[in-house]
């Protein structure tokens, strides 16, 4: 016969002994309808004994709310993690915008967090310290630095590259465990480094020299300066030092350096195929212009000294290339010097309806010139292309404004009349007799103008019909209003101004007049006076 404790399954705890309610009467034990589910923390249900009593209810409920605080707590440091996280990210971006960014090197050295202005003593430094130490077989040493051996650095451009490195998302930028070696923005020039080793280990005697080009200013024209066989340095060591200087500069190197016996390098062939086309280059104008009312031509001079010849003995060839930085350079500072416009206002003189005479001073924009480098850039293009080319700068545009200006006196010269009324305010108050220009090539010209410049007295020449040569000295009281045309004392030609005969008596131009009256408007018919000159040229006289 099973007994009590058998058939309820009760087990002794870990005394020995068995609880005591596993000795009581059935009826008196738990039923199934008193027990209550648990979540345990394994994600099981446990079925566990109701309560007893509120302590013992108490007592199961703690290690719950142990649970969720627990629960709680650790989804709370999750979150600071990630808005730490995020915060840092963003922090990184904003920090590094201007900056090299982590896992950049330069010469071999981390340049993380570096500015545009510490980037480019960088890079100075590094240049400098980019000696490469070359010797040769007897002894001969010489340390050449990159510029000794052609290299052409660009500082500017480096630096961008290094704040450009690593491009892409900003997490691909900031990854510090993503790196990116940035080389020097370069260009090398066989032809130099091979000219500098042959000038510092050969005599000029032995060596064997490449054909080239070179300009010659009073010619105005690239000539090919012929080369010769001899002794030549076996340069390709040489080179790739440059080479891996440039990749990686700022660590001295050593190279050993031998030599050949050669032919011409560079064939004259080669090289006067590279002084046509650099000649090519000059014959091709570039004019450049502000979008207004200025332009000039490069000068030839110019586009010559940025033309460099590129050669690579090595594969006996010569090409012409352009001298980028220089370009910019001449741009930047000669742009503005011929194409800037300081603002004019134009100031027209009108009459009292406000009716516009003539205009004064003519208005014109004030124009400045910006982004040099953009038209350095098209100005590299056009040679390249080996086309003539019109330009236009980019340049900000102030447009002129107008002012209006009532003159207080008016001259109407009526060659009909041979006569000069001045007017005052519209009120006439002298008229003078007057001798025009000859008729023929010499009339005076019809139209409405202004005095612009005066003389007490001038020395007049010019040019008689049969070609010879006029000088009337000293003559007084010379006010002019177009262009040679103007009034002045005429005491040569008093008949002509007596009997108004500007066939047969006038001048080249000008309006001859008695001493008295030139003076008078001279005193008293200040520049800016209109001139209105009427009438139809008479055939003889009119007086």
Known sequence: MTSATESHGFMPDQTGKIPAYQNAPVDELPSLGDRTDVFSPLGEWDAQPAPASAAAGAALAAPRRRGRVALIVALSVLAALVVLALGSFFGARWYFQDKAVPGVTFGGQSVMGKTAAELKNTVDAA?????????????????????DLGVQVDVNATVSNILDAKSGSDFTRLNPFS?????????????????YLTKT????SDRAVPSTIAFDGNAGQFNVMQGKNGKAPVAAPVNKAVDAMIAAPGQPTAVAVTYSDVNMPIPVANAQQAADQANQRLANTITINNGNAKSFDIPATAVASWIKPTGDPAAGTIAVSYDKAAIS?????????????????????????????????????????????????????ALDAGKPATLQAEADVTKYDTKQVKPEYRIVVDKTSQTATVYHNDTPVKTFLVCTGRSGNHETDSGTFFV?????????????DDGSHYLSPGVKWVSYFNGGEGFHTADWNYGGIASGNPSNNGSHGCVNMYEQDAQWIYDNCPEGT????????PSGAVR
Do not use: C, W
Request: hydrophobic share 45%; net charge neutral.
């Open 179 to 195: 790196h990116q070696s940035v080389a020097l923005a370069a260009k090398s020039d066989k032809l130099a480094a091979s000219a």
């Open 530 to 537: 209109v001139v209105q000159v009427v009438g139809a040229q």
């Open 452 to 464: 612009y410049l005066k003389y007490a007295s001038q020395d007049m020449r010019g040019l008689n």
């Open 201 to 204: 280990f050969i005599a000029e």
């Open 329 to 381: 350079a001449y741009m930047a500072k000669e742009l503005p010097a011929q194409l800037n416009q300081e603002k004019v206002t134009q100031e027209d003189i009108v009459n009292d309806a406000g009716v516009v005479l003539t205009t004064k001073t003519p208005g014109v924009d004030g124009v400045a010139v910006k982004n040099t480098d953009a038209v350095a850039q098209q100005v590299v293009q």
């Open 127 to 147: 240049i400098a310290q980019s000696v490469i130490t070359v010797n040769d077989d007897s002894g001969k040493k010489a340390k050449a630095s990159l510029g």
